[in-house]
């Protein structure tokens, strides 16, 4: 996990290189399963594809919450789809500092599927285009696809049986607010899940929307013997998993339903603080 990061300026040096990496543009906005490849057409990087939040990174919403993991079989053929094989280097990005959602893309290429050499750029769009990189418009013809069939790792998560007996550290990746209860505008009860350890994603970046360094989010993120990332729906949570791996911490395992699928069954302990 030491390669996890991409800098705008290394990735400009790798596209002009014999093997330019996959580019795979995860811009995406909550409750509008349209804008991120709207997004996408209005102005990408050269050669890159979306990858869109709602149809290639999570399953149908329901009972396993708002952005359930796909079926591996699902997501085989996305990956297939885009042309991404171990052989290749992928680079994720959004414009929200890999919040949205290029974490998730990242968890799941890198840690649930195995892809060996998958980096968010540091930054996002913000940062490509601060460095003189360009937009272009419109479409881009698909890559020949692959036949890449992943091995996908099912100790990378847990399941809310799991959360519920287990005794690990949970980790969550909302807001300050949204954590103690005092706000909840997406999901229907508010709160978090009994002894958590909040620690919202945006506090893993700079105010220029840069990852902090590895020594902060080393002495910043909370420490356990073992963790469960968790967030509102299973996005926001893997941008802490990231920050972890930037750290070069041992990953916390990701609970996908999250918040979302834990307070469906009222009989669920709920904390307010």
Aim: aromatic share 6%; with cysteine.
């Amino acid at each position: 996990m030491r390669h996890v990061l991409i800098t705008a300026n290394e990735l400009d040096e790798w596209l002009e290189g014999p093997h330019p990496p996959r580019i795979l543009d995860c811009r995406a906005r909550l409750g509008d399963p349209g804008a991120g490849h709207g997004l996408w057409q209005a102005g990408h990087i050269p050669g890159s594809h979306h990858l869109d939040l709602d149809r290639d990174l999570a399953g149908e919403p329901g009972e396993g919450g708002r952005h359930p993991l796909p079926a591996p079989a699902d997501f085989t053929a996305v990956l297939q789809r885009l042309g991404v094989a171990p052989g290749m280097m992928v680079v994720l990005h959004d414009d929200m500092g890999g919040q949205m959602a290029a974490a998730r893309a990242w968890w799941m290429l890198a840690c649930w599927a195995g892809h060996p050499d998958v980096r968010v750029l540091d930054g996002g769009l913000r940062a490509w285009q601060e460095s003189g990189g360009e937009l272009v418009t419109g479409s881009e013809p698909l890559p020949i696809a692959s036949h890449w069939q992943p091995r996908f790792d099912t100790a990378a998560l847990v399941d809310v049986d799991e959360v519920l007996s287990g005794g690990d550290l949970k980790v969550d990746a909302r807001s300050e607010e949204r954590f103690r209860g005092e706000a909840e505008p997406i999901d229907p009860v508010a709160g978090h899940i009994p002894g958590a350890r909040c620690r919202p994603s945006a506090a893993n970046l700079t105010d220029s929307g840069h990852f902090k360094s590895p020594a902060e989010l080393d002495a910043e993120l909370p420490r356990a013997d073992s963790t469960v990332a968790y967030c509102g729906s299973g996005i926001t949570a893997c941008h802490n998993i990231l920050a972890y791996a930037i750290a070069g911490r041992a990953l916390p395992r990701l609970y996908p339903g999250s918040w979302s699928e834990w307070v469906q069954d009222p009989s669920r302990p709920v904390e307010r603080d």
